[in-house]
């Protein structure tokens, strides 16, 4: 998975150089398609890799969690 998103990524911003530098009829496109598959392939598939093992409850703003917080600045000081 970790190869797949490095190959997308450097495949979204190579069709966003290509686009850029190659004056043709067709360059936009390379720019529209890098971006696209920038934000509709790579992002996702990053964000899903990076997550997929996290328990979304550690992040959140519960009571439980604020308690620890509270107890943790206490020890701090």
């Known amino acids: 998975m970790k190869y797949l998103i490095i190959f997308l990524s450097i495949a979204a911003v190579g069709s966003i150089a290509v686009g ?5 009829e ?4 390379f720019i529209g398609f890098g971006t696209m598959g920038l934000f509709v392939l ?3 598939l990053f964000a899903y890799y990076r997550w997929k093992d996290k328990d979304f409850r550690d992040y959140m703003l519960t009571k ?8 943790k600045e206490k020890h701090n000081f």
């Open 64 to 71: 439980e969690n604020l308690d620890k917080m509270r107890d």
């Open 20 to 24: 850029l530098m190659v004056e043709t």
């Open 42 to 44: 790579v992002f996702p």
């Open 26 to 29: 067709y360059s936009q496109k």
